[in-house]
């Protein structure tokens, strides 16, 4: 089964919602970050694609038709060489800092807590890995916003204009429908992991924040 989209946008752009309405559209599953949770044999291939060595997609994909946030979106210009039939799937924030304030509030306060769990501690590693490749010097705050516009602006340079698929939260059904060529279903888009909602999931405690979006 080949990739029918390819996602490029990074964490905290709605990719969790993005998965599942997906998921609703191409009834199979879509690579998300979550895959990974308690599956200890997709952390290696994923650290090795992320320094280079880039596994057999079809066997490692096999059952999925799209592909959305971390770790894939890391290694997006090679699921796009390897499916040149799917669209690629550019995901933002309105802005830069709302991006960020998500990130600062979710991820990046989730790797900055310590833990004694081997499996924690492997995926740990895998995030750091591929937070560094998307931004070296993290996570300098101006340096992680820069690296966040500089990647956006890479997929809208590298990606053909028929091929580019650009959505935000707020979009809903219409830019995924046309991307696959299907009727937008008769039902609300799903909204799912908000900052708060991923702040509880990651016990990270209360703080005032901004509105969020996987």
């Not at 060595?53 to 796009?80: I, K, N, S």
């Not at 004694?116 to 740990?124: F, G, K, L, S, V």
Request: charged share 20%.
């Amino acid at each position: 089964m080949a990739l029918r989209l390819v996602g490029a946008g990074v964490g905290r752009t709605g990719t969790h919602s993005l998965k599942l309405a997906i998921e609703r559209l191409t009834g199979a599953p879509c690579y998300h970050m979550s895959e990974l949770i308690g599956n200890r044999e997709g952390v290696p291939v994923w650290h090795a694609a992320i320094d280079g060595t880039m596994p057999d997609w079809e066997q490692f994909l096999a059952g999925y038709q799209a592909t959305v946030d971390w770790p894939a979106c890391a290694v997006w210009r090679e699921l796009a060489h390897a499916y040149p039939d799917a669209p690629v799937l550019l995901s933002t924030r309105s802005s830069t800092e709302a991006w960020y304030g998500s990130m600062e509030h979710t991820i990046m306060q989730a790797v900055s807590q310590p833990t004694t769990d081997a499996d924690h501690a492997r995926h740990r590693a895998l995030t750091m890995a591929m937070l560094r490749q998307f931004c070296p010097d993290w996570p300098d705050p101006a340096a992680v916003r820069a690296a966040y516009e500089r990647h956006n602006e890479t997929v809208r340079s590298v990606v053909a204009p028929g091929r580019l698929v650009e959505w935000q939260p707020g979009d809903g059904w219409e830019p995924l429908c046309r991307a696959l060529a299907m009727p937008v279903p008769d039902e609300p888009f799903p909204h799912v992991n908000t900052a708060s909602e991923f702040r509880e999931s990651m016990d990270l405690g209360d703080a005032t924040e901004p509105p969020g979006a996987a």
